[in-house]
């Protein structure tokens, strides 16, 4: 998830094991340790498809953080010389937000290769995006209150208030998944009402929220787009049908930029030729037509395209899809 939510998860972790023993330290090395596995996005590749799909492997593998767990205990005493927790405490505050950090990215759409090297198979939920208030506000607001009551007398730092920004915020991902469940069995219900053969299957949550989903099937040369509002009284699911050209990518299929990308996407993605080239497009973020990553892979040629360096296309946001995704999930039909 977002910087600000695995820092806010990292302090409030860090708070609950230690934070009655050394203070405010605890959070204070939560937080920090909160945004270690994401630094992986500083090491530079030398190939966009090799930073888009390497990031969230090594740095967020639950094998190599519980190893390396140890390590940064020991740092963190030698900043303290009169530390009030043993080894093994700071140890422990270590592990729990080191490998809480991926747990939660795992409920992204991204992809999060949790058993990497033994197995780097991408593994991703889908129940919240990237950036949800509804998430992090309670880590926020359970951290603050505790602050706020730790300076207000002599009494002991209180516990309850971060508990309860952990709980509501763990309660939170619960919610997700119950309303994941609730959308694909009404999307797959549909889709068999009206006839609609498929490979794939995807459901995600729109920006901020978990009441508007988007609903992406994959079909052998088309996809089909559609959204549904847990507020929504119809029942039929507008689906939009959008060709691809998969054939594109015959004689290129050993080609390593496409390799990769049809691997890690898990199979959502879309083939394009625009202007002479051929573009993979990983269809799981973004939403019909503007994408996150999209990558140029190989130039038109006959019989067979060219391979060619891969090459990530610019992102063009627009800003209204943000006031459609807060009409839609009251409005079905809003104009978008």
Known sequence: MDSLTQIALGAAVGEAVLGRRVGRRAALWGAVLGTVPDLDVFIPLGDPVADFTYHRSFSHSLIVLTLVSPGFAWLIMKFHAEPRASFGGWWLLCFLVLVTHPLLDVFTVYGTQLFWPIDPTPLFISSVFIVDPAYTLPLL??????????????????????????????????????????????????????????????????????????????????????????????????????????????????????????????????????????VVTDLRMGAEPNYVFAFVVASKDNPHPIPLPAEQLPLDFQLRELGWTWRRIFDEDAPR
């Open 141 to 278: 607001l359970g951290l603050g209150l505790t602050f706020a009551l730790a300076r207000s007398g002599d009494r002991p730092r209180p516990w309850l208030p971060n508990a309860l920004g952990l709980l509501l915020s763990t309660a939170y991902l619960g919610w997700g998944l119950v309303a994941k469940a609730e959308v694909e069995g009404f999307a797959r219900a549909q889709l068999a009402q009206q006839g609609i053969t498929y490979e794939r299957l995807l459901t995600v949550p729109m920006p901020g929220n978990t009441l508007l989903w988007r609903i992406l099937v994959m079909g052998n040369e088309a996809y089909y787009e559609g959204y549904r509002s847990l507020l929504d009284r119809g029942d039929r699911l507008a689906l939009e049908r959008v060709e691809h050209e998969p054939s594109l990518l015959e004689g290129i299929e050993d080609h390593w930029p496409v390799q990769r990308l049809r691997w890690f996407t898990d199979g959502f993605y879309s083939v394009t030729g625009p202007d002479g080239k051929v």
